[in-house]
C-alpha cells in the first residue's frame, strides 16, 4: 500500500470497506504516517487475504491509495501515484459528479495528459450506474442491460473507455436482449410474447412470425435503422461540436456522415409509420423506444433507435463479470493511476463565475465565465474549465442560480421535462423458482394504453442468471422497477411512506408472478425504493430518469450537446445528447472531453471556426 501527500504525522485507517469513511473519526487508527511516502508492504503476513484499497483519514477524508498485487510497488508506481486533491492549483478539468458521464469525461482527458479532479457527493463512483451490497447480494443500481461493450467498430463505447485508461472487462454474453410478455387482443388471446434474440436474423423471424402481413414493413424499418448504425460505426466519435473533427470524418467517410445528416433531424415513430401499418406492431415499436427512453416513438431520435436497435446485435448484449458497479469502480482506479484525483462525500454547492475578462469569448449569460467551485464544507476547487454531470435542473437551479439561467436553459426547460423517477425492488430469491433457461430480461405490460402510466409497464432484470457470484449460493437477483413520479410519494407520514412502499411492491409481485410463478414464496430479501429515494442517492431532482421532450424533437438536433452559454462551463451525462443510457453517456463523455481538450488547447481544432458552428447549431436548436 502506497501513500503520498498525507502529512507526517496524521493517523490513518487502512481499509478496504468504503462505508468506513463516514465512521473514520471513532475508529481505532491502524497506521501514522511517518513519511510523505508511506509504504505497507504487501507481502507481510495477512495482508494479502485482504487486500485494502482505500486510506482514510481520521477526519474522514479519503486520500490516495494504491492497491498492488506486486509485493514491492516500484518506484514509477509511486512517481505516478496522484497527490491529495489540492485546493492550491488551478486544475484542467474540475468535474462535478462521477456518473458514468463525468467518469467518462475524466479518462479521455487523463489520458491525454490533462490534470483533473472528480467531485463525487456520494461514497462510490458511478451514479446511477453504481451497486450496492446486501447479505452477500451484489445489485446493480440502475439498469444491468449494457450496450456498447462489443469488441469491433467505434461504437463499443464502454470497452474503449476502459481501454483509454488501461482497464479491460470480462462480460458475458446475453443470448437475448430482452423478453416481452405483452398485452392480450383479438390477434393474441394469450398475449404477445416476443423476444430480441442477440441473433438479428431470429429476431426479425420471431417478430415477423407474429406479423407474418407486416414482414417487409419490418425488415425495411429495421433496415434503416441499420443505416444509422453502420454510419456510426464507421466514424470515429467524437464532439459534434468541433468542426476540425466533422471536416475530417466528413472526408474520410462522406456517405457515413451525409447518412447521419439525414437522418439527423428524423424521430423514430415517423420512420416506422413509413414501412408499418398495423396499430398493435406500431405499439411495439413505441415500447421498442419506450423501456430506454422513457417515450414512445414519435419523441425518440431515430439516430438513438439505430444505436440501440442494433449495438444489441452488433456487438451484442453483454454483462461485465462481478457487476455493472465494477465499469465505474475500474475508471476511478484507472483514471487515478493516469493522475487524476476523484474525491468522494465532496458536496459541490456552487460553480463560482465571474466576469469575462478578455470580453471575447462569452456567448451568453452576460458574459459570464466559470472559474472553481464551492463544495458544501466551503473548500474551493479552480479549474479552467468546469465539467457537470449532474442534471441540468441541479446544475442550473441548485449550483448556479435562477437569476443566472442563460437564454439557451429557458429554451431548454421549455422543450424538455424531467422523466419520471422509479419504483424499485431489490430482490433476493431462491434459485429454483426460475427454471434453467429463464431470460435475464423481461417487459410486462398488460394493457397497451396505459404503457406511459405509473407503475403500469414493468422491467424485470436477473443479472445473477449470467453472473451466479452475484448471489450467494442457491440464489438469485430479481430488479424490478417501473417508473414512478415523486409527488405520489410527497407528504406520507412515516408510517404511510411504508405502508404504501408494501402496498405497492405486493401488487407488482403478484403482477410479476405471470412471468416468475411462486415469486412471493420464493423471496429471502427485498429492499424497497422510491422516486424519493432515487433523489436521495443519486442527487438527482426529483429521483427524475432524465429529460424527456415535452413536444417531437427535431430529431438529435434539439438537445443540447456539451458546451454551455457561460464560457468554461460544460454539461455531460443524461441532461445533453443522445440523453439516457450508460453508452449514450459515455459518448456525452468522449464529445465533452473531446471539445474542452480542444478549447484548452490540448488537441488541434480550428478556433476560428468554432463560432461559425457554434451559432449554426444554436439557431437550428432555437428555430426547431
Ligand atoms: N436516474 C435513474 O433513476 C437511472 C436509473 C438507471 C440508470 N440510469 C442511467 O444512469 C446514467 C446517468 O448517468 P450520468 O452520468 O448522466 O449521471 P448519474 O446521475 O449517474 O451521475 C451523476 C453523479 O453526480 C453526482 N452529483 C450530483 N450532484 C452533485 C454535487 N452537487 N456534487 C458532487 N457530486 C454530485 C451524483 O452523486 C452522481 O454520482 C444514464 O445512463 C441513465 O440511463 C439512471
Ligand atoms: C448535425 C451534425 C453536427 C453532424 C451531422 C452528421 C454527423 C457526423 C452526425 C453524427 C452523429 C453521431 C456521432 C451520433 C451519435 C449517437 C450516439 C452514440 C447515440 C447513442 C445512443 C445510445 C442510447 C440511446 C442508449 C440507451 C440505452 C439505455 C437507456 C439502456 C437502458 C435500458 C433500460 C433502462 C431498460 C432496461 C430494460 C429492461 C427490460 C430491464
Redesign the pocket.
Known amino acids: 500500500m502506497v501513500c503520498i501527500g498525507i502529512p507526517t504525522g496524521t493517523s490513518v485507517l487502512i481499509t478496504d470497506r468504503p462505508h468506513l469513511l463516514q465512521h473514520a473519526q471513532t475508529l481505532k487508527p491502524s497506521k501514522t504516517i511517518t513519511s510523505q511516502i508511506h509504504v505497507r508492504f504487501l507481502d507481510q503476513p495477512g495482508n494479502r487475504a485482504r487486500l485494502p484499497n482505500l486510506c482514510v483519514r481520521r477526519d474522514g477524508v479519503r486520500v490516495a491509495a494504491l492497491q498492488t498485487k506486486t509485493a514491492w510497488p516500484t518506484q514509477s508506481m509511486v512517481e505516478k501515484l496522484p497527490l491529495e486533491a489540492s485546493t492550491d492549483v488551478e486544475y484542467d478539468a474540475v468535474i462535478i459528479g462521477s456518473g458514468m458521464g463525468g467518469l467518462a469525461t475524466a479518462a479521455q482527458m487523463v489520458a491525454k495528459g490533462a490534470k483533473v479532479l472528480v467531485l463525487e457527493k456520494y461514497l462510490l463512483p458511478g451514479g446511477s450506474a453504481s451497486h450496492f451490497k446486501r447479505e452477500g447480494f451484489t445489485f446493480d443500481v ?4 449494457m ?1 456498447g461493450f462489443g469488441d469491433e467498430g467505434t ?1 463499443n ?1 464502454i470497452t474503449k473507455c476502459l481501454e483509454a485508461v488501461g482497464k479491460k472487462m470480462a462480460t458475458i454474453p446475453d443470448p437475448t436482449q ?1 423478453n416481452y410478455h405483452l398485452p392480450k387482443s383479438s390477434r393474441f388471446p394469450e398475449g404477445l410474447n416476443v423476444r430480441v434474440w442477440r441473433e438479428y436474423n431470429d429476431f426479425v423471424g420471431e417478430l415477423s412470425a407474429r406479423f407474418p402481413h407486416e414482414k417487409d414493413g419490418i425488415q425495411a424499418f429495421y433496415d434503416t435503422c441499420w443505416k444509422v448504425f453502420n454510419s ?1 460505426n464507421s ?1 470515429e ?1 467524437k464532439s ?1 461540436e468541433e468542426p476540425r473533427y ?1 471536416m475530417q ?1 466528413f472526408f474520410r467517410n462522406p456517405i457515413a ?1 451525409l447518412t ?2 439525414y437522418y ?1 433531424t428524423t424521430n423514430t415513430g415517423e420512420a416506422a409509420r413509413r414501412y408499418i401499418k398495423d396499430p398493435e406492431l406500431l405499439r411495439f415499436i413505441d415500447l421498442e423506444c419506450y ?3 422513457t417515450v414512445a416513438a414519435d419523441l425518440t431520435p431515430l ?2 433507435s439505430g ?2 436497435f442494433c449495438d444489441r446485435h452488433f456487438g451484442g448484449i453483454n454483462y461485465p463479470v462481478g457487476g455493472v458497479g465494477l465499469i465505474a469502480e475500474h475508471l476511478a482506479e484507472g483514471i487515478t493511476e493516469h493522475g487524476g484525483n476523484i474525491v468522494y462525500k465532496a458536496n459541490v454547492k456552487e460553480i463560482l463565475m465571474r466576469e469575462e475578462s478578455n470580453g471575447q469569448q462569452s456567448t451568453g449569460s452576460a458574459g459570464q465565465r466559470a472559474y472553481g467551485v464551492k463544495l458544501a464544507d466551503g473548500r474551493v476547487f479552480r479549474g479552467k474549465t468546469i465539467i457537470s454531470n449532474a442534471t441540468r435542473w441541479d446544475t442550473f437551479e441548485n449550483m448556479i442560480g435562477d437569476d443566472h439561467l442563460p437564454q439557451g436553459e429557458k429554451l431548454f426547460r421549455k422543450r424538455y421535462k424531467k422523466a419520471p423517477s422509479f419504483f424499485s425492488m431489490h430482490i433476493g430469491v431462491k434459485a429454483d423458482v426460475l427454471p434453467p433457461g429463464t431470460d435475464c ?3 410486462i405490460l398488460e394493457n397497451w394504453d396505459k404503457m406511459e402510466e405509473p407503475r403500469e409497464t414493468i ?3 436477473m443479472p445473477s442468471l449470467l453472473d451466479p457470484s452475484l448471489a450467494p449460493e442457491g440464489h438469485h437477483i430479481v430488479h424490478a422497477f417501473t417508473p414512478d413520479w415523486i409527488d405520489a410519494w410527497q407528504g406520507l407520514s412515516p408510517e404511510d411512506y411504508e405502508r404504501k412502499k408494501e402496498e405497492v411492491a405486493e401488487s407488482l409481485c403478484k403482477r410479476i408472478e405471470a412471468v416468475i410463478p411462486g415469486l412471493r414464496g420464493a423471496i429471502t430479501l427485498k429492499e424497497v425504493g422510491t422516486p424519493r429515494t432515487h433523489r436521495r442517492f443519486l442527487s438527482r431532482d426529483d429521483g427524475t430518469y432524465g429529460p424527456i421532450p415535452s413536444r417531437p424533437p427535431f430529431g ?2 434539439s438537445m443540447p450537446f456539451n458546451t454551455t452559454e457561460i464560457s468554461g462551463l460544460y454539461c455531460v451525462g443524461d441532461s445533453t445528447f ?7 453517456v459515455v ?1 456525452s463523455g468522449f464529445g465533452c472531453a473531446h471539445r474542452a481538450l480542444c478549447d484548452l488547447g490540448m488537441e488541434p481544432s480550428w478556433p476560428a471556426v468554432d463560432q461559425v458552428l457554434k451559432s449554426s ?1 444554436k439557431s437550428i436548436r432555437d428555430g426547431s
Open positions: 440502475g439498469s444491468s442491460m450496450f461504437t463505447l430482452v456510426l466514424i466519435l459534434l466533422l470524418q456522415c447521419l445528416a439527423a423501456i430506454w427512453s439516430i438513438n444505436m440501440v430480461h423481461h417487459i422491467f424485470l432484470s438529435m438536433l443522445p440523453g439516457q443510457g450508460v453508452n449514450a459518448f447549431l
